[in-house]
């Protein structure tokens, strides 16, 4: 059996033990909620901290990146779709690569979900996110279009933004080729992708262009702001403290002055408007929860539909634990499954014809 292989059925079958195991051995953590967290995660952040761990600003990005490529590729089972193709596609200095995924027609909606996959602006690619997309495209019948955008410290801010708004825009123009209407394009992401997702909805939303609607999952939202969750999920869990600060320290290109950005923290535009309907999802042990959270009050507040999905067994990253661990699984298919339904209600609404 090929090693990466290996490692998916080893964790898979650590899931399957833990499932069967009496609650009380297990002494896992609980959250400020009262919600325990899933026993697979907590079993694996406690093989984490008995290694030696590696203090990222003691390595290069380069070296992150080989690291994070390889533990999502050895996860990865590719789940089916009906097609899959790599393109190019226009970025704001040059093309990007980017790979296009379409449902099965039976279950299709007419839209297509441009997806920015998550790494702290840093980290991340096509290949490290294509169960995602995979996944997300079987579950909710849309079509994805994974984008690789420019990544600092090579590309720092504002290159990603810039990336997201030059293909979106292309996307609008080529919709016809996608056989989908002009307004059917939504936009959504994953932690850092999840912090582009909507920042474009709110530049775009500024210049006039509609959008489908915003899937924002455990999104990066406010640079500024010292949370509640920052404090209790920041040192032992999936992402850490260090982590965050290491990406935004790359991002910003050592400039701290700019988180205040609303390119950066789209939590701080005072007056975003009313925007695409929004769904978004948080974990009840990620460090980002809780300024998650506050965008989804401060889009409600500014007049834009909004759902909050708490996952709260779970914590940062669990998109990509889908095809190992059975709590990330069925939390990716609730995920998957609201999409849809608020993207039917926004096709509904804008009268654009629609599988049920």
Not at 76 to 85: C, L
Not at 125 to 136: A, I, K, S, Y
Not at 173 to 185: E, L, P, S, V, Y
Not at 327 to 355: G, M, Y
């Amino acid at each position: 059996m090929p090693r990466l292989a290996l490692r998916r059925h080893l964790v898979r079958g650590l899931d399957r033990i833990a499932a069967a195991l009496p609650a009380r051995w297990l002494r896992v953590p609980v959250n400020d909620s009262g919600v325990p967290l899933s026993p697979l995660l907590h079993w694996l952040l406690h093989l984490r901290r008995l290694t030696t761990p590696v203090d990222p600003a003691r390595q290069t990005p380069a070296q992150i990146r080989r690291g994070f490529r390889s533990d999502l590729l050895a996860l990865r089972v590719g789940y089916p779709v009906r097609a899959v193709r790599d393109l190019a596609v226009p970025g704001a200095d040059g093309p990007l690569a980017a790979r296009h995924y379409m449902p099965e027609e039976s279950s299709a909606l007419p839209a297509l979900l441009l997806f920015f996959h998550g790494g702290g602006f840093v980290l991340g690619d096509l290949d490290t996110h294509d169960d995602v997309c995979r996944f997300l495209c079987t579950e909710s019948g849309m079509q994805v279009l994974s984008v690789d955008y420019r990544l600092a410290p090579e590309h720092p801010f504002p290159a990603p933004v810039e990336d997201a708004l030059a293909v979106l825009r292309w996307a609008r123009t080529q919709a016809a080729a996608f056989g989908i209407d002009a307004a059917a394009i939504a936009v959504g992401g994953d932690s850092a992708g999840g912090n582009l997702a909507a920042v474009a909805a709110q530049l775009l939303a500024a210049e006039g262009m509609p959008l489908l609607g915003q899937l924002l999952v455990y999104p990066a939202t406010d640079r500024t702001t010292v949370r509640d969750s920052h404090r209790r999920f920041g040192q032992g869990f999936f992402l850490s403290h260090e982590d965050r600060e290491w990406f935004y320290h790359h991002y910003l290109a050592g400039n701290a002055a700019l988180g205040a950005d609303p390119r950066v923290s789209p939590l701080l535009n005072v007056a975003p408007g009313r925007l695409a309907p929004a769904l978004v999802v948080t974990g009840g042990f990620d460090m980002l929860r809780d300024e998650g959270e506050a965008y989804a009050a401060h889009l409600e507040a500014h007049g834009t539909a909004t759902e909050l999905m708490r996952i709260g067994h779970v914590g940062h990253g669990f998109l990509n634990l889908a095809a190992v661990h059975r709590d990330s699984e069925q939390a990716a298919r609730r995920v998957a499954r609201a999409w849809r339904a608020l993207c039917n209600r926004a096709l509904a609404r804008k009268d654009i014809r629609s599988a049920s």
